[in-house]
């Protein structure tokens, strides 16, 4: 396994299940990232983790939990979501702690989250 | 703080066509510029990068761009488009020494080639 992966692809619950996202980084980088990506909206920066700390949460509703247990991974626990937050979830990285460098970021192939 | 503004939110152009997408940011500080691509249901793919130096960038896939900075622009372009260049495009930028500061994305320009 090379680059960023993110597991599953495509994930469909109802709004009282509980599901998680994962994503795991091969590239040996000190930050990770969650963004958020809507039909006809921009990106948006939901976490930041640098040096495995919270660093960025961006008024995300408590309905979203992050977890990085390790600089390699990181998680996005999902519980009571609403239809609104059907969306393609990325994880990204970058080599530097977070702030630091170019801001380079390698994202990963996304999942894709449909709210019922 | 630094933006970055695609004027164009989709651009239809024939194969073998040139095509420009434009993009302007503003920054009080010198930024480093990068183009990103997204092809259908995947994630953001790096198409090259501005860090420093020549300000003519030469990136994957025949794709260029040019950092000008007294436009405060950085304009992708490509000289003849293929059907498989059809994808959405990010530009983002981001200060240089400024202390805390991730990428600031544009919202996206969506290339359509069709034959």
């Known amino acids: 396994e090379t680059g960023v992966t993110q597991t599953p692809r495509h994930l469909v619950m109802g709004m009282t299940n509980k599901k998680s996202l994962k994503c795991e980084q091969h590239l040996g980088h000190n930050a990770m990232y969650w963004y958020k990506q809507s039909a006809k909206k921009p990106l948006e920066l939901m976490f930041v983790y640098s040096l495995e700390e919270r660093v960025e949460n961006n008024s995300v509703p408590s309905r979203f939990s992050p977890e990085c247990p390790n600089s390699s991974h990181l998680f996005l626990h999902l519980h009571t979501l609403q239809p609104e937050d059907s969306a393609l979830y990325l994880c990204a990285s970058s080599p530097r702690p977070a702030g630091e460098g170019t801001g380079e970021l390698f994202f990963g192939e996304g999942s894709r989250l449909t709210v019922l | 703080a630094q933006s970055v503004t695609q004027l164009d939110s989709q651009v239809p152009v024939f194969e073998e066509a040139p095509v420009e997408l434009r993009c302007n940011y503003s920054s009080s500080v010198s930024v480093y510029l990068f183009w990103y691509v997204q092809y259908p249901n995947q994630g953001l793919q790096l198409l090259l990068k501005?860090?420093?130096?020549?300000?003519l960038v030469k990136g994957i896939n025949g794709f260029e761009a040019e950092f000008n900075k007294s436009q405060t622009s950085f304009h992708l372009r490509k000289p003849s488009v293929h059907i498989s260049d059809t994808a959405e495009y990010f530009c983002?930028?981001?200060?240089?020494?400024?202390?805390?500061?991730?990428?600031?994305f544009g919202k996206g320009t969506m290339l359509l080639v069709s034959p």
């Open positions: 501005y860090l420093s130096g020549s300000t």
């Open positions: 983002a930028v981001k200060a240089m020494n400024s202390g805390y500061s991730t990428l600031t």
